[in-house]
């Protein structure tokens, strides 16, 4: 009897000290955010695990686990959807029912997941997507562009772009009664990095006559030079992204190789010749006092000259589009960020901000000063998140008043 309860005791230690993650004081719903994210360690360990066994490589693992929640397009009394291919890449395509005398909206969504898991199959994305669809009575394509590491980069940028560029010709959007005035490139996470990268490219393209009117962007992951900025520091174990993560997601974007991640992990990948980026992304000049606060510059150590010759994708502005001067981003539409306080993103998106500003671009920010990494895929049971709901509504919203 004695000896059960101690085998009890540790166990509930175990469990306790698993689950039980310090957060900010001033996030909602604490038990909840712990929980869910007590989850998604589990299967981050169980990823790794198994890879460490050589059972499967770690984002087939991730894939499996994001897919298992697969939905199938499956149309609803509004929206009418179905799976189908722009340019041979996979879309889920969100038509909406009600009968329209208007030519109607239209948004190009990105789906996240680091760029090696997601998909637009995936309940909350679907979700999300019918409901732009329904709110708006606007078309939405949701781009199953192909994932690292079976297709690094630049395959899902290309997939993307050449949806997005499919989609946008006179007689596609004929086809489906889109006005060519009012269409928006989104996305989220990695996502967001390519409908950043997506809507730069599309500025220069002679071929494509309509270009989007807004660009939406939901903790973009926009630059590769720099992955010690101060929320890379400050939210290195926050859920539901910590840093080294991150530094994995990136690496697995560019190439299948474990010293690219450890050197991305440490912030030891760039060489002397990305220099001429590094003003760029520098958040000496970019950030905000308040988020620097105590934090000391470091330039970016040059311990890397290996890494950019082999994979030259990483200092490419289609991979990460903060890299660019500041007469490409005057081109660029209306843009909406959305940024979150507890997120090793949130630097990306506050120096985008900073330089789309100065770079004449009109820019709409919404911050959340309570929030995680990943949060808008927190709507559906039983993972539902009442911040994640109220971000999707603010973000739909705002595209009903600028699209
Ligand atoms: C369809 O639209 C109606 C009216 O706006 C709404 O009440 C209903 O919930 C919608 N159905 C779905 C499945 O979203
Ligand atoms: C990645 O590299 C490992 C080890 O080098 C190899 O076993 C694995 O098959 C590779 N995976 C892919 C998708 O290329
Ligand atoms: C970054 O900005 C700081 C502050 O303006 C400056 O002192 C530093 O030289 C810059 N570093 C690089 C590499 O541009």
Not at 120 to 149: C, G, H, T
Not at 199 to 212: A, G, I, R, Y
Not at 227 to 238: E, F
Request: proline share 6%.
């Amino acid at each position: 009897m004695a000896s059960k309860l101690v085998y009890l005791a540790i166990a509930s230690a175990l469990v306790a000290y698993y689950f039980y993650l310090p957060l900010p004081e001033n996030v909602e719903e604490g038990w909840k955010v712990m929980f869910i994210d007590s989850i998604l360690r589990t299967m981050s360990h169980v990823a790794q695990l198994s890879d460490r066994l050589g059972i499967s490589y770690y984002t087939d693992i991730g894939m499996l686990i994001m897919s298992s929640g697969n939905v199938p397009p499956i149309s609803d009394e509004n929206v009418t959807v179905t799976d189908t291919a722009f340019n041979n890449v996979p879309v889920r395509l969100f038509v909406p029912k009600k009968p329209s005398n208007a030519l109607r909206r239209a948004v190009i969504y990105f789906h996240g997941g680091g760029w090696c898991t997601g998909s637009p199959a995936m309940k909350p994305y679907d979700l999300l997507s019918r409901w732009i669809a329904d709110r708006l009575n606007a078309v939405v394509v949701s781009v199953d562009y192909r994932l690292a590491p079976a297709h690094p980069f630049p395959v899902p940028f290309e997939d993307s772009y050449a949806t997005a560029k499919y989609f946008l010709q006179k007689e596609i959007l004929e086809k489906y009664n889109v006005d060519p005035d009012r269409i928006c490139v989104s996305g989220d996470s990695a996502g967001a990095n390519l409908a950043a990268a997506v809507t730069q490219q599309l500025q220069d393209d002679n071929e494509v006559k309509v270009k989007p009117k807004i660009q939406a962007l939901i903790y973009p992951a926009l630059q590769t030079i720099d992955l010690d900025t101060p929320s890379y520091r400050d939210n290195s174990h926050m859920p539901y992204l910590n840093r080294k993560s991150m530094a994995r997601f990136w690496s697995v974007y560019f190439a299948n190789d474990s010293l690219l991640t450890e050197a991305m992990q440490s912030n030891t990948h760039v060489s002397s010749e990305s220099n001429h980026l590094i003003k760029f992304a520098n958040w000496s000049n970019l950030l905000p006092e308040e988020l620097k606060r105590d934090h000391l510059y470091r330039s970016p150590q040059s311990g890397g000259s290996q890494f950019l010759k082999a994979y030259p994708g990483i200092a490419d502005p289609r991979a990460a589009p903060l890299l660019v001067a500041d007469e490409k981003l005057s081109k660029l539409p209306r843009t909406y960020i959305l940024t979150c306080m507890y997120d090793v993103l949130r630097d990306d998106g506050f120096m985008y901000i900073t330089r789309l500003k100065h770079a004449g671009v009109e820019v709409i920010h919404d911050h959340y000063d309570n929030a995680f990494h990943g949060m808008l895929l927190f709507i559906t049971w039983p993972t539902d998140l009442s911040l994640g709901l109220r971000m999707v509504n603010n973000y739909i919203n705002w595209l009903n008043e600028n699209l």
